[in-house]
Every structure is written in structure tokens, then in C-alpha cells.
């Protein structure tokens, strides 16, 4: 086993990412979010912090347009993702688990019920569309002891963005509670929580929402909440949804007989809290609008000066018979076009034009590059601008066939809407 530990460099300490455009799928800072993370520490029991940290939940329920209770946990969200399946999944039971290809995010979250002793039902979409709604009609149909289905909103391998609303019917038509793996997207899409009959909801902190990593959200509906007091079996997790509700909501994060609370990451929940204010001032609805036209003018844009997409889309956004719910608001995933090398491009892009790009993952890697519109830096018009025009510029020095200047006029178009 190769421990990194044993080869010690201070190199990173200089933060040289500073100055970048950083189009990872993960959001840039915005500057106040940033401050928040450097205020001095709190006490993780005492009156301010707490205030905040419930006041952030419920500017949160707002963000997801939901009643239900907003957890806001620690860890990373695959953690959040574990907790979740551990609490609402028993053994033996029935699970139908939505799989993107071989998608990673959703082969962990299947993974993840089989781990907790679940019986899984899969319905696989191809690679690079969404899942077909008829197919998990079918698959309930054929499986009327499936209790509980799971599903990415979008499966950030590829950037396909799955039918959650006509799912989460489905679901309830069936009495199934719907787990939605929605890591991407909550804060800079629109997710309907309660609209489209979500009973658990599941989000990164540092993705749409645009604040640092370490704070994944959970939402719980009251019908999963019944099913987590029904169980028959105990939860197989220490830490789980119920634990994380008696501490940090039944008890407000104080001590129960004593027994204090986890002491939670407090200068996290305080960039998050400024990160969700920060939308809630700008206009939740105007905050989506500008992920929606940042995504839109890029997708266009790389189709524009000839490169490829995932996923594999034709048409124009503007005449979309998917009404925008095939491709993802929150990242868009390019294709390399033949002869263009993972390594060299993104070291140009990087190094020439200061612009960070996210490669592939699983199957993928090496095989696309992958653009994150997650949080406002990185969907405000100028960005998407320098971005295409960066990555023109670096396709053409690599030596791909590019339509100059076409890319640039296309976001344009849509930037100008
Ligand atoms: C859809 C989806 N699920 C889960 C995760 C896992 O998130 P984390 O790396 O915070 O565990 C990601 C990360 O990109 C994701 O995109």
C-alpha cells in the first residue's frame, strides 16, 4: 500500500489555485463565504452558533421548496448518502435503485444498499440518457414488495439529468418512499422537494449551494421519518438520520440528559449559512435562472465550435422536448475530440489561461473533461465567457478542428436572452 504521508510537501501551502478560474464540479468561494470561514471559532453548543445553524436549515427549506426537517450533518455527502441508506433500509427488503450506465455515483448508492443488506432492483439507463420512466413503471409493476426507490437527479459522470417528478410519482402510486441523490444540484436548480414527493433528499454543501465541502444536507419527509420509528431492526450505523434528529433538532443541538451533542463544524456551517443567505438575497428564482443560461450558453457554445457533449443531445435547448430535464444545469461534461490528450489540455487551460476543469470519472476518464456551474462565480456570464474562448483556444493548440469564433457567438446568443 503507498502511504502519501511519506513523501511530505509543503508545495499546496502556497494556495496557488489563487487567481484561477476554478471550473471544477465543485463551487468557487464567493468572497464573503470565504470570510465566514476564517471568523474565529465558536463554541459548537452555545446560543450564536446554534442560532445560525437553525436559521441556515431554514433558509434551506426554502432553497428546496420543502416542509420537511433539513438536517445539516458533516462528513462527505457519499457519508450523508451511507447514513441515509443505513436508516431507511432494512434487510431484506426491496429496493429499486436507478442506475445512470455504470454511472459511480449511482453504482455507490446500490453498493450502499446491498452493504445494509437490501435486496436491489436495478433499472440501468443507457450511458448517456436519463432514466426512462416507463422502465421503473415497469420494474414496479413486476416488484410490488419494492418499499423504497433511490435515484440520482443527476449522475455527474456523465451530466444526465434524471425525471425526478414523473419518478417520484411513480413512487407514490406505488407507496414507495423516493430517496433522491441530489449531491449537484440543490441550490442552483429547482428541486421541488415536496412538489415531486421526495421523502429524502440529498445534497453536497459545496456544490449548487456554494459553500465548502463538509456539511452534505438531508431532508426527511414525515413519512420516512414513520418508517425509520417502524423498523423492526436496529439502524446499523452509530451515527444515523434518527441520532443526528435527536440531537440537532428534537434537542437543538444542546445536550440530551447531559450528553452533549456532536460538536459540530462550526466555521462551515457558518459559510454555508452566508452561502444560502446569499441566494435567498439575489432571488432563489433568479438564482436558478442564471445556472440555467451559464449551463445553456456553455453547452451551446462547445456544440458551436464543434465538439461533442454529454449527453448526447441534438437539439437546441430552445426547442427541447425535455423542457431542459435531459441535460443538468450543474455541470456539463465535453468530449475530447480524437487526438486531444486529457493531460496536455488541461495543463494549458490551466497553465496558460489560469481556467480549472474537472476530468472524467469512471469509465469516462481520460475520455471527457467536465465544467462545473455550481454557485454564482462560476455562472456569472464573464466566466462562462472566459471559458469558452480558454477552451477554444486550447483545442485549437492541441490540434483539434475547431469552428473559430462559433462557440463564442453561441454563448453569446444565449447570454444576451
Ligand atoms: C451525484 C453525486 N453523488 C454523490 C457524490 C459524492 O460526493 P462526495 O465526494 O462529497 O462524497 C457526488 C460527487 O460529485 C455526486 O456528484
Known amino acids: 500500500m503507498k502511504d502519501a504521508s511519506s513523501k511530505i510537501s509543503t508545495k499546496h501551502l502556497r494556495f496557488d489555485i489563487d487567481g484561477k478560474i476554478n471550473l471544477h464540479t465543485g463551487a468557487m468561494l464567493m468572497p464573503n463565504v470565504r470570510r465566514a470561514l476564517a471568523i474565529p471559532m465558536m463554541s459548537a ?7 445560525i445553524y437553525h436559521n441556515t436549515r431554514r433558509m434551506l427549506q426554502e432553497i428546496m421548496r420543502t416542509k420537511s426537517t433539513v438536517l445539516i450533518t458533516v462528513g462527505t455527502t457519499t457519508l450523508a448518502l451511507d447514513w441515509t441508506v443505513a436508516s431507511m433500509v432494512e434487510p431484506g427488503e426491496k429496493v429499486l435503485a436507478i442506475v445512470n450506465g455504470h454511472g459511480i455515483f449511482s453504482e455507490r448508492t446500490k453498493e450502499m444498499i446491498e452493504v445494509y443488506g437490501g435486496k ?7 450511458t448517456d440518457e436519463p432514466v426512462d420512466p416507463l422502465e421503473v413503471e415497469k420494474a414496479l409493476n413486476n416488484n410490488h414488495d419494492i418499499q423504497t426507490v433511490i435515484c440520482p437527479h443527476v449522475e455527474s459522470s456523465y451530466g444526465t439529468s434524471n425525471p425526478i417528478e414523473q419518478i417520484g410519482k411513480l413512487a407514490r402510486d406505488h407507496e414507495a418512499l423516493f430517496i433522491v441523490d441530489a449531491a449537484p444540484t440543490i441550490g442552483g436548480t429547482d428541486v421541488r422537494v415536496d412538489d415531486w414527493g421526495i421523502d429524502v433528499c440529498v445534497s453536497s454543501s459545496f456544490k449548487g449551494l456554494g459553500a465548502p465541502m463538509g456539511t452534505p444536507i438531508i431532508s426527511v419527509s414525515q413519512k420516512a421519518w414513520d418508517k425509520i420509528e417502524k423498523r423492526q431492526s436496529p439502524i446499523r450505523s452509530y451515527h444515523n438520520l434518527q441520532r443526528w434528529r435527536q440531537y440537532f433538532v428534537d434537542a437543538e443541538g444542546k445536550s440530551i440528559d447531559g450528553d452533549p451533542a456532536p460538536s459540530m463544524a462550526v466555521n462551515n456551517v457558518c459559510a454555508l449559512h452566508e452561502a444560502v443567505r446569499s ?3 439575489d432571488g432563489i428564482d433568479e438564482t436558478f435562472l442564471l445556472h440555467n443560461r451559464a449551463a445553456r450558453a456553455t453547452r451551446l457554445g462547445i456544440r458551436g465550435m464543434g465538439l461533442e457533449v ?9 426547442d427541447c422536448k425535455h423542457k431542459g430535464r435531459y441535460c443538468s444545469d450543474a455541470l456539463t461534461v465535453v468530449k475530447y475530440p480524437t487526438g486531444v490528450e486529457e493531460e496536455k489540455f488541461r495543463k ?6 489560469d481556467i480549472i476543469v474537472s476530468g472524467g470519472v469512471g469509465e469516462l476518464k481520460g475520455k471527457v473533461f467536465r465544467i462545473g456551474h455550481m454557485g454564482k462565480p462560476q455562472v456569472l456570464p464573464q466566466t462562462i465567457f472566459a471559458a469558452i474562448s480558454s477552451i477554444e483556444n486550447s483545442m485549437i493548440e492541441m490540434g483539434a478542428k475547431i469552428k473559430t469564433g462559433e462557440g463564442i457567438r453561441k454563448t453569446q446568443e444565449v447570454l444576451q436572452q
Open 45 to 51: 453548543h452555545g446560543t450564536e452558533f446554534l442560532e
Open 120 to 126: 436491489v432492483v436495478t433499472v440501468r439507463s443507457p
Open 279 to 281: 441566494i435567498i438575497e
Open 310 to 318: 454529454f449527453p448526447n443531445c441534438t437539439m437546441t435547448c430552445t
Open 348 to 353: 494549458t487551460l490551466n497553465e496558460k489561461y
